[in-house]
RNA sequence: GGCGGAGUAGCCAAGUGGUAAGGCAAUGGUUUGCAAAACCGUCAUUCGAGGGUUCGAUUCCCUCCUCCGCCUCCA
C-alpha cells in the first residue's frame, strides 16, 4: 500500500526526486479520523499539498497552556508532515468577533478591533516561545464579512436556512440529512420539530426548532459598534459559520484534514459540516484530528479553582515555553494529559538530558560532516511512532532509547544518528538547551566575592571555611558547584 | 439521563492475545576534600475491581467502581 502510493507519487512527479526518494524512506503518516473512527494514511488529495484547517483561538484574554495543548499536537502534526517530505498549507484562523470579544471589549473600553489585536499579538507571541510555526495563512472573521453573507445566502437559496422576524438567519438543521454523523448524535436527542417552548423559550433569538444554529445575529443594542449591513438587516455572523467561509475561501470545497479541540466536535464541527456541504456540494474535510483536554492535577482546569494557567503564569515560577512544550507532547494526543508541576520539573531534566545525547552524539563526528543520510538510524523506531498516529510520547521513549543504542556508534553511523535524532526533534519542535544557559543569569556582586572567596579558601584546602560559605551561599539562594579549574555559580531551587 | 474517552510503578506516561518502552523521582556505585554535576547499575510476577472466553489477557467480552469531556458558540 505505502509502497504502491509512493510509486504512484513518482509517476505523477517524476522530477521530484529528493521528494519521491524521502516519500519511498517515510510513507506518509497514519492518523486517527473521528468521523470514520478509523486511522487513516493522510495523503494530499490534490496529489501535490496537505491542505489542513486549525479552529484557533477566541482572542479576548490569554491563550492558556489547555489551547495550547492543540496548537502544539497540530503544529506537531505539521512538521511531521513536513519532515516525510509532504508540503502543506495550514490554515488557522482567529476569531475576532463573538459574544466574548464583544462583551470584554466593551468592557475595556475599546473598539472590537483594537481590543482583539492586542490579544492577537500577545498569541502570536506566545506561539513564538513554543517554537510554532505561524500559519501560512491565518484569516480573521472581520476580514471576511462578504463571504459569510454570501455562504449564507447560498444557504437560504438552497433552503437550508431561513431568516427570522428580528433579522436573524437560522439553518435548518431537518434539511441536511447527516447532521450527527460526527459527534455521533442520535437524532432522538435534537429537538427537529417545531416547539412552542422555541419561542417562548429564554433564547434570545427566534428559531424554528430549538436545534436550529444561528448564521447570522441580527442587531441587538449590546452589540454597540459591532454590526455589519447584510441582505438581512444589520448584525454580525454567527460563529459556526465564519470556519466554513474561511475554508472555502482558502481550501476550497473539499481539503485535507480539519482539527480543534475535542469540545469543538459538536456543535462546531458538526455545524461546520452542516453549512459547508449544504452550500458547497461536496465531501466537506477528508479527515478530523481532534485533540483530548488537558488536566491539571487530575481535574478540570479553571479559574475558580486557581489551576488555569498561561505562558506568563508558569514563566513566573521559572518554567520556560519549552519546557511546557515538552509536558504538552508527553502523552497521546487522544488521552488526557494530567499537567502537573512535577512533570514540569521532569521536562528540564528530560530536555537537558536530550541535549547532553546529542552533543555526545555530535562530539564523535569530524567537525564540518555534512548530514546527509535520509533514515533515522537508531531512531527509526521513534519516527514510527510519530508517524503512526501522533504517538509523542512513543517518539520521546523512542529517541531516548536510540540514544543510548547510539552510544557506540561512530563516524559515518554516529553522523547518520545525529542526523535522524536532528529530524525527529524538529518533527516534535523540541529546541534543546545550550550548554551554558545559565551564563545568561547575572550574579550580584556580592555573591560573586563570596564565591571567590570559598574558591580561594578551597584552595588553601580550608574545608571548614569553604562549607560554610557553600551554605551561606545557598542561603542566598545559590548554588555553588566546583569543577577542577573552576566553579559555577546558579540560582537554586529553580 | 444520552453520547464519547480514560483508569499501567511515588509522579508523567508508551505498549501488546504470549508474558510490561521511556522520562522524572528514589536508591546502590564511580568520581569529588565533602557536595553538585556527570557516568554506570537497580527500580511494576504486574496493568481500577470482579467474572468470562482462551493453552495463555494488562490487551477480547460482561458487570461494577472512579475520573474526565460533550449535550448549542469552551482548545
Not at 517554537?131 to 444557504?155: N, R
Not at 412552542?196 to 449590546?222: H, I, M
Amino acid at each position: 500500500m505505502d509502497r504502491a502510493d509512493a510509486v504512484g507519487f513518482s509517476e505523477r512527479f517524476p522530477l521530484c526526486s529528493w521528494l519521491t526518494a524521502v516519500r519511498c524512506l517515510n510513507p506518509a503518516m497514519r492518523l486517527f479520523d473521528t468521523l470514520s473512527r478509523t486511522e487513516r494514511e493522510l495523503a494530499p488529495i490534490d496529489g501535490s499539498t496537505f491542505r489542513f484547517y486549525c479552529c484557533g483561538p477566541t482572542v479576548y484574554g490569554p491563550a492558556h497552556i489547555g489551547n495550547f495543548r492543540t496548537f502544539v499536537l497540530q503544529d506537531v502534526l505539521r512538521r511531521t508532515l513536513e519532515t516525510g517530505g509532504t508540503r502543506t498549507l495550514h490554515v488557522r484562523n482567529i476569531t475576532d468577533v463573538d459574544d466574548k470579544t464583544i462583551r470584554d471589549s466593551q468592557k475595556a473600553g475599546k473598539s472590537l478591533t483594537e481590543f482583539t489585536s492586542g490579544w492577537t499579538e500577545k498569541f502570536h507571541a506566545d506561539c513564538e516561545k513554543l517554537g510554532l510555526l505561524a500559519p501560512h495563512i491565518e484569516p480573521g472573521a472581520v476580514d471576511h464579512i462578504p463571504q459569510q453573507i454570501t455562504m449564507i445566502e447560498t444557504l437560504v437559496e438552497k433552503g437550508n436556512a431561513y431568516s427570522s422576524d428580528d433579522g436573524s438567519v437560522y439553518f435548518k438543521i431537518s434539511s441536511f440529512p447527516g447532521y450527527g454523523r460526527l459527534s455521533r448524535l442520535d437524532e432522538r436527542e435534537l429537538d427537529l420539530g417545531k416547539t412552542q417552548n422555541a419561542r417562548s423559550s429564554s433564547d434570545e433569538y427566534e428559531k424554528d426548532s430549538l436545534s436550529d444554529f444561528v448564521l447570522w445575529k441580527g442587531r441587538k443594542p449590546e452589540d454597540g459598534e459591532n454590526f455589519w449591513p447584510s441582505p438581512w438587516g444589520e448584525g454580525r455572523p454567527g460563529w459556526h459559520l465564519e470556519c466554513s467561509a474561511m475554508i472555502q475561501e482558502y481550501l476550497g470545497d473539499s481539503f485535507d484534514l480539519h482539527s480543534g479541540g475535542v469540545d469543538l466536535v459538536f456543535p462546531h464541527h458538526e455545524n461546520e459540516i452542516a453549512q459547508s456541504e449544504c452550500a458547497c456540494g461536496g465531501h466537506f474535510a477528508a479527515n478530523w484530528f481532534h485533540i483530548t483536554h488537558l488536566l491539571v492535577d487530575g481535574g478540570k482546569m479553571s479559574k475558580s479553582l486557581g489551576n488555569l494557567y498561561t505562558l506568563e503564569d508558569l514563566a513566573e515560577k521559572g518554567f520556560s515555553a519549552m519546557e511546557v512544550r515538552y509536558v504538552l507532547i508527553g502523552a497521546h494526543y487522544r488521552k488526557p494529559l494530567n499537567f502537573t508541576f512535577d512533570s514540569l520539573t521532569g521536562a528540564r531534566e528530560a530536555l537537558s538530558k536530550l541535549a547532553r545525547g546529542a552533543r555526545q552524539l555530535a562530539s564523535k563526528i569530524e567537525p564540518g560532516t555534512v548530514l546527509t543520510s535520509a533514515g533515522f538510524g537508531p531512531f527509526q523506531a521513534a519516527w514510527d511512532s510519530l508517524t503512526g498516529d501522533l504517538n509523542t510520547p512513543g517518539a520521546l521513549g523512542g529517541i531516548f532509547t536510540g540514544l543510548r543504542e547510539s552510544v557506540r556508534l561512530t563516524g559515518a553511523e554516529a553522523a547518520a544518528a545525529l542526523a535522524g535524532m536532528n529530524r525527529l526533534l524538529r518533527a516534535l519542535g523540541l529546541v534543546l538547551p545550550e550548554e551554558a544557559a545559565g551564563d545568561a543569569v547575572e550574579i550580584p556582586e556580592l555573591i560573586r566575592s563570596l564565591a571567590e572567596k570559598r574558591w580561594q579558601a578551597r584552595l588553601a584546602k580550608n574545608w571548614a571555611e569553604s562549607d560554610t560559605l557553600r551554605a551561606e551561599l545557598v542561603e542566598q539562594g545559590w548554588l555553588m558547584k566546583d569543577g577542577r579549574e573552576s566553579y559555577t555559580l546558579e540560582p537554586a531551587g529553580n
